[in-house]
């Protein structure tokens, strides 16, 4: 099982970054995905996520800002980030966890993300 995550790069406050990432699973459509993010010296966080019941979620501080987004025939998410700002600055991850089964969780390798102020 591989989630492979990209998209990540440098980008200047108030641009836009598009991150992917691919599942290798078959039945994608029974995972919930999330993407977290974890920047140097603080833990990781959840930043959005995308359940298998259509139940969506973000954190505050990407509200408005970020779009989680799935396509369950690529089995593949997406997340649109809109208006960065330099606290975005992180290494994004994502994660893919069975809707029932949750001891079957996995994680991508993670994509950086750098906002330059």
């Known amino acids: 099982v591989q989630l492979q995550a990209s998209g990540g790069g440098l980008v200047q406050s108030g641009g836009s970054l598009r991150l992917s990432c691919a599942f290798s699973?078959?039945?994608?459509?029974?995972?919930?995905m999330s993407w977290y993010r974890q920047a140097p010296g603080k833990e990781r966080e959840l930043v959005a996520a995308?359940?298998?019941?259509?139940?969506?979620e973000y954190a505050d501080s990407v509200k408005g800002r970020f779009t989680i987004s799935r396509d369950n025939a690529k089995n593949t998410i997406y997340l649109q980030m809109n208006r960065l700002k330099p606290e975005d600055t992180a290494a994004y991850y994502c994660?893919?966890?069975?809707?029932?089964?949750?001891?079957?969780?996995?994680w991508g390798q993670g994509t950086l993300v750098t906002v330059s102020s």
């Open positions: 995308s359940q298998t019941g259509g139940i969506i």
């Open positions: 994660n893919a966890q069975h809707s029932l089964f949750r001891s079957l969780n996995y």
């Open positions: 699973e078959r039945i994608f459509s029974n995972y919930d």
